[in-house]
């Protein structure tokens, strides 16, 4: 099973998991989704030396009073969250209204991410480097999400202005860096996008790495539904073959129409019936 569009997974991340472990196999692997579906793997990823935005990790157990927010213009969000849910942008004279927001997400039981607001994304938005199989297909322009104060949105995902960019050097550098830096090889990955915003210097830095349910934008890129079709044929007729399964850990693969049902008390997600504009 090829996951696509399941951005209700947030608010219930422990049931998803089990029911992926449900699934003879899922693509991207579930060490992946587990690992990709909490954005704590941007501390390691800055550890390992990639280029990220500058985070502020605050914990349910975190005084508020002790809670220092950055300077400027800064974002709080949950490090688990998808479709910019729960996510707000504060300015300097917002601090009592993020320091709520903070609070809010901490009694609910949320860890929190406090990032400073990067300005470029408001002129020249963000750019997201789809991978196919490890490799580069094509890319997007994200333009501004976080215009004004205030959550973004209460449904499962923010509207978004997208459209097709040629990345330069500089981004497929930190791209490149990026994968090669997950504590998996980049050939166990079905897909992957690299989203990269420009610091104050001017370098790009990596804002978020989707590897469990983004939009990958095919229809902007030349040929990348073929690819994307491509990659899954060669992975269902490896496995068939058994030869992939140091890649693909989680037994053996089966196509989507396989009955995957009775499995009483089985937990629904979104289909993708509902959110096929976004694919």
């Known amino acids: 099973m090829v996951i696509r569009s399941t951005w209700d997974y947030a608010e219930r991340r422990d049931a998803f998991l089990a029911w992926c472990a449900r699934v003879p196999q899922v693509l991207n692997s579930i060490p992946v989704v587990a690992w990709n579906t909490d954005k704590t793997y941007l501390r390691a990823l800055a550890e390992a030396g990639v280029p990220t935005v500058p985070t502020t990790w605050v914990g349910p157990d975190a005084l508020d009073g002790a809670l220092l927010l950055p300077a400027g213009q800064l974002v709080v969000k949950p490090s ?71 959550v973004v949105t209460d449904q499962l995902w923010a509207l978004e202005d997208i459209s097709p960019r040629v990345p330069d050097a500089e981004e497929l550098a930190v791209a490149e860096a990026t994968l090669d830096a997950l504590p998996w090889p980049r ?8 989203d990269l915003v420009r610091g104050e210097s001017g370098a790009p830095l990596l ?43 989680g037994g053996p693969l089966r196509p989507i129409g396989d009955d995957q049902s009775g499995h009483e008390g089985t937990e629904r997600f979104v289909g993708p019936e509902r959110l096929l504009p976004r694919l």
Do not use: C
């Open 187 to 194: 050939a166990a990955l079905l897909y992957a996008r690299v």
């Open 80 to 150: 688990i969250s998808s479709g910019s849910q729960n996510t707000s942008r504060y300015g300097p004279n917002e601090r009592k209204a993020a320091r709520a927001h903070v609070q809010r997400l901490l009694t609910g039981g949320r860890d929190v991410m406090v990032q400073p607001y990067v300005g470029s994304v408001d002129t020249e938005g963000e750019t997201g480097l789809i991978y196919v199989d490890g490799s580069f297909s094509h890319a997007i322009r994200k333009g501004p999400l976080l215009r004004a104060s205030g």
């Open 207 to 249: 804002l978020e790495l989707e590897l469990a349910e983004p939009s990958l934008f095919l229809g902007l890129g030349s040929g990348a539904e073929t690819r994307l079709a491509v990659a899954i044929a060669a992975r269902l007729g490896d496995v068939a073959n058994d030869r992939r399964s140091d890649l693909l850990p």
